[in-house]
T-cell receptor, first 115, second 114 residues
Framework: NAGVTQTPKFQVLKTGQSMTLQCAQD?????MSWYRQDPGMGLRLIHY???????DQGEVPNGYNVSRSTTEDFPLRLLSAAPSQTSVYFC??????????????FGSGTRLTVV | AQSVAQPEDQVNVAEGNPLTVKCTYS??????LFWYVQYPNRGLQFLLK??????LVKGSYGFEAEFNKSQTSFHLKKPSALVSDSALYFC????????????FGTGTRLKVLA
């Protein structure tokens, strides 16, 4: 089924460990983004990409890196995990800015706990 | 400053009664407005959108939303609530034209009581 696929679904990390959250979409969407969801704070944008080779920071980028080597993939790297990064992470894609009226397609999320 | 507000953390409604989930926004220019729904342990799903045109837009699962430019509101409504409508609802607005950036509200938990 076409859509956004995120792996893993659950992860527990120790403080200081690094890891990569994977995101892939098969809809040939131009725009991809990473959000984190925390109680009472809604969704906050971490990083986004408007196409292969182009990334930019969102609202809360510190402690995270991204790259976009292909249209399909947009991994999120945690460099040195901290308890403040305990959250649910969503990857989302959109066809392009001029048809953004179609809105986002979201992945099912990764629940990350940092101990 | 650009913002989206969902003033109610939770809305309780009896099954069969009409429901309203509130959203107000503040952006420059013409807004692109969205409602998304999130069921437990799932990603957000698109419900409906307002871009231009008729102020009353219809979406999935019998939901509709009314765009009110003078009140800068985009309230989500449904004439008759179902227990299965219980979920977390997010309002979102595009920051400015020609951009991908959207701001999400903090979410409203809808609880429909049998």
């Amino acid at each position: 089924n076409a859509g956004v696929t995120q792996t893993p679904k659950f992860q527990v990390l120790k403080t200081g460990q690094s890891m990569t959250l994977q995101c892939a979409q098969d809809m040939n969407h131009e725009y991809m983004s990473w959000y984190r969801q925390d109680p009472g704070m809604g969704l906050r944008l971490i990083h986004y990409s408007v196409g292969a080779g182009i990334t930019d920071q969102g609202e809360v980028p510190n402690g995270y890196n991204v790259s976009r080597s292909t249209t399909e993939d947009f991994p999120l790297r945690l460099l040195s995990a901290a308890p403040s990064q305990t959250s649910v992470y969503f990857c989302a894609s959109m066809r392009d800015r001029f048809n953004s009226g179609y809105g986002y397609t979201f992945g099912s999320g990764t629940r990350l706990t940092v101990v | 400053a650009q913002s989206v507000a969902q003033p109610e953390d939770q809305v309780n409604v009896a099954e069969g009664n009409p429901l309203t989930v509130k959203c107000t926004y503040s952006v420059s220019g013409n807004p692109y407005l969205f409602w998304y729904v999130q069921y437990p342990n799932r990603g957000l799903q698109f419900l409906l959108k307002y871009i231009t045109g008729d102020n009353l837009v219809k979406g999935s699962y019998g939901f509709e939303a009314e765009f009110n430019k003078s009140q800068t509101s985009f309230h989500l409504k449904k004439p008759s609530a179902l227990v299965s409508d219980s979920a977390l609802y997010f309002c979102a607005v595009r920051v400015s034209s020609g951009t991908y950036k959207y701001i999400f509200g903090t979410g409203t938990r809808l609880k429909v009581l049998a």
